[in-house]
């Protein structure tokens, strides 16, 4: 079946860095994405997300950008911190409700002092 | 935000025992909520999903005799695992969407670490 995919699996950055976790996914009918963030031990956390009518959403020191051409999906953290350690996933979905995600292999960010 | 709980957070049990996980929306009502499952150093992949009075939809090579779920009302769904093996040893996340929210936005509860011994 189709799946949603990462370049890569391990990121470590520098505290302030900007940072950026690469997602690529194979269903062109998904019509909703959006970043997990979670850490050890615990359930994923919204991070934003992003309709593919757009290609850029931002939040609080988080943006999301969508390629739709090249299906591909990145969530750009700026000033990274030691709080950002964890593991990302983008997970996709079509649109409507209650509709299932798709989770990608994820990404461990690993932040240094 | 919306807020869903599991219990238990985590459970140590024998092998061949049956073990239930509760999933719980707090603060709003879910007409489905979903079960995951992680193993280590993995992304969560979909087991079922969970339907309130009506039966629950499974994955493709997930047993529904094994992993039974019951929703028996809009706040509360139930994960059994039934006659547990060690290979059923894994992190057992429910999430469920909230149908005020942007995009039937999902909330994901804490998990549960279970370990089959």
């Known amino acids: 079946g189709e799946s949603v995919g990462l370049h890569l699996p391990t990121l470590s950055v520098q505290e302030g860095d900007n940072s950026i976790i690469n997602c690529a996914y194979s269903?062109?009918?998904?019509?909703?994405f959006i970043w997990y963030k979670q850490e050890s031990g615990k359930g994923p956390q919204f991070i934003i997300d992003i309709r593919s009518n757009m290609d850029k959403r931002q939040g609080q020191r988080v943006t999301v950008l969508l390629n739709k051409t090249v299906k591909h999906l990145s969530l750009q953290i700026a000033a990274t911190q030691p709080g950002d350690s964890a593991v990302y996933f983008c997970a996709e979905t079509p649109v409507s409700g209650y509709s299932t995600l798709t989770f990608g292999k994820g990404t461990m960010l690993l932040v240094s002092p | 935000g919306a807020v869903v709980s599991q219990h238990p957070s985590w459970v140590i049990c024998k092998s061949g025992t049956s073990v239930k996980i509760e999933c719980r929306s707090l603060?709003?009502?879910?007409?489905?909520m979903f079960w995951y499952r992680q193993f280590p150093k993995q992304s969560l992949m979909l087991m079922a999903t969970s339907n309130e009075g009506s039966k629950a939809t499974y994955e493709q090579g997930v047993e529904k005799d094994k992993f039974l779920i019951n929703h028996a009302s809009l706040t509360l769904s139930t994960l059994t695992v039934t006659s547990a093996h060690p290979e059923d040893s894994s992190f057992y996340i429910c999430?469920?969407?909230?149908?005020?929210?942007?995009?039937?936005?999902?909330?994901f509860g804490p998990g549960t670490r279970l370990t089959v011994l």
């Open positions: 603060d709003f009502q879910a007409t489905t």
């Open positions: 269903n062109s009918a998904s019509d909703y």
């Open positions: 999430s469920a969407p909230d149908r005020l929210s942007s995009y039937n936005e999902q909330f």
